[in-house]
């Protein structure tokens, strides 16, 4: 049997109807922003494989740090032990996160550090004796599919067989000039009960890769700020360079009380979640009453391979030549982005950082399950390339490695599909 057909016996993939989807891509190896076949064909990664790549697939620098820790500690209980890795990891995060970032929880990838997130919150204010149990969210919002992160993202077809069993949640417009007034209004009308408002910041990757601007983004988390309302950053998707600075709130001049991370954490290596906090948050756990403790913990908390793969990515993060890539990539995208955007199949063009977004004009056809979207992504993967179109969506995110050649040959492809499609 082919690695196809052994797949295919015994394996449900994810987003994935199983019935009508074709066959999946068996993938043997990767090197730099490319993956190869089975069957010996080459693809340019051009999502990074689901937003966690970051340095380029095996990237040699992390393998030899993950191969050295499989030989020291492999897994070790976090509740009551400890390990090197997961120390350094925390110390070095935090010194370049937020200053009022104190204190960090692990947890095994991005769903459970939102989990973790708004159970910090909600429990927070129940310590103190005071019932604040309402959240705030934006509209058409993304933060995982495990039932907590489900709550807080907005509700659609992915959610609408366990919609009766979210709790509730009061749903908030990105903010603009024209509507910040208002949604600050709204905001203060709950604010004795609101417990936190939860954020994906500068953009919305799962909604459409929607993009938004930093000074209402920060006007907004002042004003939470005056009412005491507590927030959640969510940095899972845009962390660790995606935005054209280390994390997305650098480019906003106030600072979260709770900040998530998954994703790029390992430079996609392997599964990590972690959750950080302001000492206020944490001392308001501190208690002689046991029952004041956060109860929550994964059996892999704080993997030492996991932690130090992400020590190994952060390395590389830091130096020089990452943030010149970075910055080489937003160059490319936007030089691209000018030469398309009057194409009249084109009918909105954005871009932060190394994420670039175009919408594909469909008339009112723009649905996360149209035949347009499976129609570009074969079109994409045919010319060995992989994007994945949300709808009639097509976005690029790359590897920070990636090749001005191999950005280049994407972005004739795209060319190419806007006339022959």
């Known amino acids: ?23 999946p891509v068996p993938i043997v190896r990767g090197e730099g922003a490319c993956l190869y076949g089975e069957d010996g064909k080459k693809y340019i990664d051009g999502v990074s ?6 340095h380029g697939h095996a990237h040699p620098y992390i393998a030899k740090k993950v191969a050295e820790q499989l030989t020291k500690l492999e ?5 009551g032990f400890t390990h090197e890795g997961a120390v350094e990891l925390a110390e070095r995060l935090l010194k ?22 708004i159970k910090m919150c909600l429990q927070y204010w129940h310590n103190q004796g005071i019932k604040r149990n309402k959240i705030l969210a934006f509209k058409n919002a993304y933060h995982g599919d495990t039932f907590g992160a489900m709550a807080v993202s907005g509700r659609s077809a992915f959610t609408a ?25 709204q905001i ?24 938004y601007e930093p000074q209402y983004l920060n006007e907004l988390m002042a004003h939470c700020r005056k009412e005491g309302v507590l927030m959640i950053d969510d940095e899972i998707f845009v962390g660790f360079g995606r935005t054209g600075k280390l994390f997305a709130c650098d480019h906003v001049i106030e600072q979260p009380d709770i900040m998530c991370f998954s994703k790029g954490l390992t430079g996609g290596t392997m599964a990590l979640g972690l959750t950080t906090c302001t000492q206020q948050i944490y001392d308001a756990f501190l208690s002689d009453d046991k029952l004041k403790t956060l109860f929550h913990g994964h059996s892999f908390t704080a993997n030492p391979i996991a932690c130090s793969a992400a020590l190994a990515s952060m390395d590389l993060l830091m130096e020089d030549t990452t943030m010149v890539n970075i910055k080489r990539i937003e160059a490319l995208h936007q030089q691209f982005a000018a030469r398309i955007k009057d194409h009249p199949k084109i009918k909105n063009i954005r871009q932060t ?3 670039l977004a175009m919408d594909w004009e469909t008339g009112d056809n723009t649905s996360y399950f149209s035949t347009l979207r499976d129609r570009l992504y074969l079109y994409f993967l045919d010319a060995g390339i992989i994007l994945r179109p949300l709808g009639n969506i097509i976005y690029i995110l790359p590897p920070y490695c990636i090749t001005n050649d191999e950005l280049t040959y994407i972005y004739s492809k795209i060319e190419q599909a806007l006339e022959e499609l």
């Open 161 to 185: 067989p366990f919609d009766s069993m979210l709790f509730e949640v009061e749903f908030i417009d990105l903010p603009e000039q024209s509507n910040i007034d208002s949604i600050k209004y």
């Open 188 to 211: 203060s009308s709950i604010k004795n009960e609101a417990a936190c408002f939860i954020f994906e910041p500068l953009v919305q990757g799962t909604a459409g890769m929607v993009m």
């Open 49 to 54: 494989s689901w937003w966690v790549n970051i």
């Open 353 to 355: 950082g190394t994420i």
């Open 1 to 23: 049997m082919s690695l196809v057909d052994r797949d295919l016996s015994v394996i449900w993939h994810p987003y994935t109807q199983m019935k009508t989807a074709l066959p």
């Open 96 to 117: 370049i996160l937020p200053s009022n970032q104190k204190k960090a929880f692990y947890s095994d990838n991005g769903s459970t550090a939102i989990e973790v997130a």
């Open 75 to 79: 897994h070790v209980i976090f509740a």
